[in-house]
């Protein structure tokens, strides 16, 4: 049984950082090229970052390039999300996502790539 567990959200102020981690279960994991989403309430899942399955590609949304950095580390089967300079139009709640047949570009920003996902850690900042 594939399990994605994420954790790490939580309340900070605007300007503060977070990292949030995703431990991954029950798939090779790195086999799989990672995600980090999110998502508003009443409103489209929005890609945040991907990395490929050795960690040496990656790819941001324009919204956070320079801001987060995604990384992953395949001998603890966990991807990470390092979060700076928080804005409060960050505040959703943060999905991790496992694609186990796709590569980091493009076509790894559309959620319905992606085979398995968590359940969500929310992240909300204050301004």
């Known amino acids: 049984q594939v399990q994605l567990v994420e954790s790490g959200g939580g309340l900070v102020q605007a300007g503060g950082s977070l990292r949030l981690s995703c431990a991954a279960s029950g798939l090779a994991f790195s086999t799989y090229v990672m995600a980090w989403f999110r998502q508003v309430p009443g409103e489209e899942r929005e890609f945040v970052a991907a990395i490929s399955r050795s960690g040496g590609v990656t790819n941001y949304a324009d919204s956070v390039e320079g801001r987060c950095t995604i990384s992953r580390s395949n001998a603890k089967n966990t991807v990470y999300l390092q979060m700076n300079s928080l804005k409060p139009e960050d505040t959703a709640v943060y999905y991790c996502?496992?694609?186990?047949?796709?590569?980091?570009?493009?076509?790894?920003?559309?959620?319905?790539?992606?085979?398995?996902w968590g359940q969500g850690t929310q992240v909300t900042v204050s301004s």
């Open positions: 996502a496992a694609d186990r047949f796709g590569v980091v570009g493009r076509s790894s920003r559309e959620p319905n790539k992606y085979d398995y």
